[in-house]
């Protein structure tokens, strides 16, 4: 993978782990409080909205489905821009391969290839990665 790939997958996930502090207001009210924002303090069960991602990927609408909630989402984003920093990003933890760049297009923060995330993740249908 390139400087600049991986530079770019960095400033997917930056944008990404933004639009989701942006919606979970019981995380980052203080700082990321917007006017005419839902007040509501419980958000953590809230399902995703997924189209507020501004994504029109089916493949990364059915990563973050799987997700629990956009708190866990941003874990994942930390962690794969943790992972950028230490030079592990698009290595598979489970099976230490790189990760298709189609995947990583897909769903930036993911940690598996897609042969490991199909044994882990029974139910995604099958798709074309
Ligand atoms: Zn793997």
Known sequence: MTKTEIQGYQQRLFNLGKRLKGDVSDLSHEALRKTGGAASGNLSNTPMHLADLGSDNYEQEVALSLLENREQTLEEVAAALARIEQ???????????????????????????????????????????
């Open 87 to 129: 030079g592990t990003f698009g290595r598979c933890e489970e099976c230490g391969r790189e990760i298709s760049k189609e995947r990583l297009q897909a769903i930036p923060f993911t940690r598996l290839c897609i042969r490991c995330a199909r044994e882990e993740e029974a139910e995604v249908p099958p798709g074309k990665l």
